[in-house]
């Protein structure tokens, strides 16, 4: 039997071939080729920092804030980004404050992690600065801890208050690398994301959070993959960011990634940077189709590597997927690291033997109030407003995690596997037990989380 060409990534590894090509409606789904405004990424860097928007030149500003003893502070992803941006862009900006006489010393960087674990060495060595930086700077790398040396510093207007890391307080200049994406409840990340929940304390998350929840619905029609007019969470961390303008100068250095490469570049004003990232995102992370899939494959790549961050990719198939229960999803995510978060699986332990719509209730009330929230706790909300659409059961997760565990308390089918060899198999045996219920369906397959697929003709 031959195959289509379809490749999926599973964590570091590429499967192919899994869709046998007498199967005619099978699509990749990809936004069209993007050919950026530059040619040479040092060129256009340079650009940008001499040039920013609505702020001095990078260089002008260095010289006006900074004096030896002073701290310039990076502020960078942690390990659930793929910080490729990160890698690329620190050695270029870390050399340019040496060449116009900034100390060593005085550069630190900040992972900005929120209330994610902090990473440890060889997490900073392997995922988020890779082996040459972390070598180079390694000792300026600071942690942040959402629950200890943290000060508040205001109040959003709508009531969040506002905690930032005291590392972050004391610098005399904040130069956030920014990878503006795509984010299902807040919108858009990136940028002011870096601030909160980034570098924010545990009580601004906790309040900020829950703001996306709705009873019946999961999360409010505002919170939503790519919207941030009128979403109450995204406006309550622009009122964070806003807040820190006024304490300490702000630079902003923001990419967009696309297939592994930086395609877009602008730096100067957060705010600024934040909405002028908006209309490229909207072309390469929006893909339109007319009719919903009946089996939707989708890869998180190397940022599968717990159940809580594939759930992105859960969410991209969501919006693909035909909404009346009888869709498939196949998610492929090593998962190497577990479910990733004790909060999402304590609630939906505690959830697991109520039918979907009560269970979906339960955990708003339970664990999604200003008093109760723990990051993570979104997730069940997340999953369980997706199970009103995709039956139990019929998500598909390739991944090492324990099959049962994954039925009985995530009502996903788990298909385990320890050699990443045997992947092609399960999928095609996927595909065979699916052409049972449905002989003809329509395949879509992501290779791409960020993606927002949108569907003119749902069927609910």
Not at 38 to 53: A, I, R, S
Not at 359 to 381: D, H, M, R, W
Request: with cysteine; glycine share 6%; net charge negative.
């Amino acid at each position: 039997m031959s195959y289509h060409r379809t490749p999926l990534k599973y964590g570091d590894e590429v499967i192919d071939e899994f869709i046998p090509k007498d199967l005619k409606d099978v699509h990749i789904l990809r936004v069209d080729e993007y050919t950026p405004d530059f040619t040479d990424l040092k060129t256009k860097l340079n650009q940008v920092l001499d040039k920013p928007l609505g702020m001095k030149p990078f260089n002008e500003l260095v010289k006006e804030v900074y004096s030896k003893g002073k701290r310039i502070l990076f502020m960078i992803d942690d390990k659930t980004r793929p910080n490729i941006h990160t890698k690329i862009l620190l050695p270029l900006l870390t050399a340019r404050l040496l060449k116009i006489g900034v100390r060593k010393e005085d550069i630190n960087i900040i992972v900005s992690s929120g209330s994610h674990a902090i990473a440890s060495p060889q997490e900073l060595n392997d995922r988020i600065l890779g082996p040459e930086i972390y070598k180079d700077w390694g000792d300026n790398v600071l942690t942040h801890n959402c629950d200890s040396g943290n000060s508040k510093v205001g109040v959003t207007s709508r009531g969040t208050p506002i905690l930032i890391d005291d590392q972050v307080l004391s610098s005399c200049l904040l130069i956030p690398l920014s990878d503006s994406e795509y984010h299902y409840f807040a919108g858009q990340a990136g940028t002011v994301k870096l601030f909160c929940p980034g570098v924010s304390g545990r009580e601004t998350i906790r309040i900020n959070h829950p703001r996306m929840f709705d009873l019946q619905k999961g999360f409010q029609d505002e919170c939503r993959l790519g919207n941030c007019e009128g979403n109450p969470v995204i406006e309550d961390m622009i009122e964070v960011t806003m807040k820190m303008k006024e304490k300490l100068p702000i630079f902003c250095v923001d990419t967009i990634v696309n297939e592994g490469k930086i395609v877009y570049l602008q730096a100067g004003d957060i705010i600024e940077c934040h909405k002028a990232a908006s209309p490229l995102l909207r072309k390469l992370r929006v893909v339109d189709v007319d009719e919903p899939g009946d089996l939707v494959f989708v890869s998180v790549g190397e940022l599968g590597v717990n159940l809580y961050q594939a759930g992105k990719g859960i969410h991209a198939a969501w919006n693909a997927i035909r909404h009346d229960k009888k869709g498939w999803i196949v998610l492929l995510a090593p998962c190497e690291d577990g479910i990733g978060s004790a909060a999402y699986e304590e609630a939906m332990e505690a959830a697991k033997d109520l039918e979907v719509q009560d269970a979906l209730k339960f955990v708003i009330e339970t664990y999604c109030s200003e008093k109760t929230f723990k990051i993570g706790n979104q997730k069940p909300p997340d999953l369980f407003r997706i199970l009103l659409d995709v039956l139990e059961g019929n998500i598909k997760v390739i991944s090492t995690l324990d099959p049962e565990e994954l039925r009985s308390i995530y009502r996903m089918e788990g298909c385990s596997v320890e050699n990443p060899n045997k992947v092609q198999g399960i999928l095609r045996d996927l595909v065979k037990r699916h052409l049972k219920e449905n002989p003809n369906p329509k395949i879509y397959l992501i290779e791409d989380p960020g993606l927002l697929i949108t569907v003119k003709n749902q069927v609910h």
